[in-house]
């Protein structure tokens, strides 16, 4: 049996793995149709820094992701508020482990107070944890 904590965990593994899927398709890049303009001869010769991408998630990862955001059918929909807080911090940066929605910025969005989004918070996990057990 998976304790609050371990739910907490499979579930930020799971956005971890969700941002470093690969984005494909075709992109709004692809209609800008002004040149960039370059600003020193260091730009010029392409020796600017490169942006770190985090490695492509395995099938495993991508499988026990699927698994993890599964859970969130535990939580009744009519109590979207609480998935959506779940899911929000959920999100982890896959390079840095940072929360990409901080408590304060969720309560922002929610229009409640940091506070009382931990504690829905909570909640939530422990409804995931109760619908883990009964299964």
């Not at 001869?41 to 993890?68: F, H």
């Not at 940072?98 to 918070?121: F, I, N, P, Q």
């Not at 409804?127 to 057990?133: D, K, P, S, T």
């Amino acid at each position: 049996m998976m304790t609050a904590e371990e739910i907490v965990e499979r579930l930020e593994e799971a956005g971890a793995a969700m941002l470093a899927m690969p984005s494909r398709g075709y992109s709004t890049g692809l209609r800008l149709t002004k040149l960039d303009v370059v600003h020193t001869a260091l730009e010029a010769y392409g020796w600017e820094g490169r942006k770190m991408k985090p490695p492509t998630p395995t099938a495993d990862m991508v499988t026990r992701m699927d698994e993890a955001f599964g859970w969130l059918h535990f939580i009744p929909e009519k109590q979207y508020a609480l998935r959506r807080i779940v899911g929000a911090r959920a999100l982890v940066h896959p390079l840095t482990g940072r929360h990409v929605y901080a408590w304060r910025k969720l309560g922002e969005m929610l229009g409640a107070d940091h506070k009382a989004v931990k504690r829905w918070h909570e909640q939530a996990i422990k409804m995931i944890h109760e619908g883990l057990a009964a299964r």
